[in-house]
């Protein structure tokens, strides 16, 4: 039994012991108590020198704990920091990213429109260019063929 234990059953005896009547005292076995009390004396100085060594230990437990804390919390201080970092650093690389999509799409549709435009300007102006040429061949024709031109003409109109 340790200290704590050894009181706490001298305790008990005592609480427990006869009363003498009229009077504040009581009857305790003697041989009992003395081997309670013996046993304090004996364990005593072990259990003093062990809570001494955790006095001592103690504040170096807790300067440690402390740093272990501080630690503890700087790491998820940055830890906070990177993620929220990494997070606007996401959030506008996204912006970014839509506005450049949208900026080559508007682009592409401006290109396809000018695109368009041209190849049909340059398919009207292919077109008249055919369109004379095929007078061109139907007049040589014509007059191959010893047609008059003003009949030609009239039946072209028929058509």
Do not use: W
């Amino acid at each position: 039994m340790d200290v704590i234990e050894n009181i706490e059953a001298a305790i008990a005896a005592v609480e427990e012991a006869r009363s003498v009547p009229l009077s504040a005292s009581c009857v305790i076995h003697r041989g009992e108590m003395l081997e309670l009390l013996e046993n304090i004396k004996a364990s005593f100085p072990n259990d003093l020198a062990k809570a001494i060594t955790i006095l001592r230990q103690q504040s170096e437990i807790l300067e440690n704990a402390n740093l272990q804390a501080d630690s503890i919390i700087s790491q998820a201080r940055d830890e906070v920091s990177r993620l929220v970092e990494q997070t606007a650093i996401v959030s506008a690389a996204k912006k970014e990213s839509q506005r450049i999509l949208a900026d080559a799409t508007a682009e592409g549709k401006r290109d396809k429109e000018e695109i368009d435009a041209y190849i049909d300007s340059r398919l009207a102006n292919l077109e008249v260019i055919l369109n004379k040429t095929l007078d061109v061949i139907s007049r040589g024709r014509e007059k191959l063929a010893g047609a008059d031109p003003k009949q030609a003409l009239s039946d072209l109109k028929n058509r």
